[in-house]
């Protein structure tokens, strides 16, 4: 791959990750294992606070899994880089907000990306699908994710048959939060990574964690874990200034400044 497939910019506390690989942004291993570096400097980067994820162009956001490579000879199973395919979906640790901007279609692997983000706005063109039933294999993370995220019979619908939902139906379901004219969306993006660039970083920490973490426990254990401080994140945060901060800045009643420590 050419670095320009996967293009970035950062702003701020705002980093911008475009892929751009036509005419599809379908990922192969390379591509993948460049979103896993690029994902991971991220996490570790204590400058950055939230990542926009978008695809070049205004058609597709992300066919997924480059078939032209898998005819080629790349294992589905192999060796996708640091984070798993797609860079984000197994990357340890990470607990920075992300929004994804879905600008087109987005199916397979492209929409098992997208449901990694935590929030998802979507072009009022885009469509969703999880057409690896036709291609006779599994949509593994999808299969793992959109269950817990939909209701279950529109998930299975989804995985057994390869159905197309629009973005108007994906929103009906819960798993895009706003749809946009495609003219905006990458300002919307922008918008609401603005607002969370300006939160404090330790909560979102805490929040990811909490949230990832606590998925399949019960309530009263997942909540002992909590006020424990058995979460790294939480007794980061509750050992932290920017705790203070924000009990100080509610007293002042003026705006906290967040150091991110």
């Given at each position: 791959?050419?670095?320009?497939?996967?293009?970035?910019?950062?702003?701020?506390?705002?980093?911008?990750?475009?892929i751009?690989?036509p005419?599809?942004?379908?990922?192969?291993?390379?591509?993948?294992?460049?979103?896993?570096?690029?994902?991971?400097?991220?996490?570790?980067?204590?400058k950055?606070?939230?990542?926009?994820?978008?695809?070049?162009?205004?058609?597709?956001?992300?066919?997924?899994?480059?078939?032209?490579?898998?005819?080629?000879?790349?294992?589905?199973?192999?060796?996708?880089?640091?984070?798993?395919?797609?860079?984000?979906?197994?990357?340890?640790?990470?607990?920075?907000?992300?929004?994804?901007?879905?600008?087109?279609?987005?199916?397979?692997?492209?929409?098992?990306?997208?449901?990694?983000?935590?929030?998802?706005?979507?072009?009022?063109?885009?469509?969703?699908?999880?057409?690896?039933?036709?291609?006779?294999?599994?949509?593994?993370?999808?299969?793992?994710?959109?269950?817990?995220r939909?209701?279950?019979?529109?998930?299975?619908?989804?995985?057994?048959t390869?159905?197309?939902?629009?973005?108007?139906?994906?929103?009906?379901?819960?798993?895009?939060?706003?749809i946009?004219?495609?003219?905006?969306?990458?300002?919307?993006?922008?918008?609401?990574?603005?607002?969370?660039?300006?939160?404090?970083?330790?909560v979102?920490?805490?929040?990811?964690?909490?949230?990832?973490?606590?998925?399949?426990?019960?309530?009263?254990?997942?909540?002992?874990?909590?006020?424990?401080?058995?979460?790294?994140?939480?007794?980061?945060?509750?050992?932290?200034?920017?705790?203070?901060?924000?009990?100080?800045?509610?007293?002042?009643?003026?705006?906290?400044?967040?150091?991110?420590?």
């Amino acid at each position: 791959m050419t670095a320009a497939e996967v293009k970035t910019r950062t702003d701020g506390g705002i980093l911008e990750v475009i892929i751009d690989r036509p005419k599809a942004n379908a990922i192969d291993r390379a591509t993948s294992t460049r979103l896993g570096e690029i994902f991971s400097d991220f996490r570790d980067n204590p400058k950055l606070r939230v990542a926009i994820i978008s695809g070049g162009g205004d058609r597709f956001f992300s066919a997924g899994w480059d078939l032209k490579a898998a005819a080629g000879g790349e294992e589905v199973d192999g060796d996708y880089g640091i984070g798993g395919f797609g860079g984000i979906q197994e990357l340890e640790n990470f607990n920075k907000p992300v929004i994804c901007a879905v600008n087109g279609i987005c199916c397979g692997g492209g929409f098992e990306i997208a449901l990694c983000a935590d929030i998802i706005i979507a072009a009022d063109h885009a469509t969703f699908a999880l057409p690896e039933i036709r291609s006779g294999t599994v949509a593994d993370a999808a299969s793992i994710k959109l269950p817990k995220r939909i209701p279950y019979h529109i998930a299975m619908e989804m995985l057994l048959t390869g159905r197309w939902l629009d973005a108007v139906e994906g929103n009906r379901w819960g798993f895009v939060n706003e749809i946009v004219p495609a003219a905006q969306l990458m300002e919307r993006a922008w918008e609401i990574a603005r607002v969370i660039e300006a939160g404090p970083p330790l909560v979102y920490a805490a929040i990811k964690e909490v949230v990832r973490e606590a998925e399949n426990m019960q309530f009263l254990p997942a909540l002992k874990k909590i006020t424990g401080r058995e979460f790294s994140t939480v007794d980061a945060l509750y050992s932290s200034e920017d705790q203070l901060e924000g009990a100080r800045a509610f007293a002042e009643k003026r705006d906290p400044v967040w150091q991110g420590k």
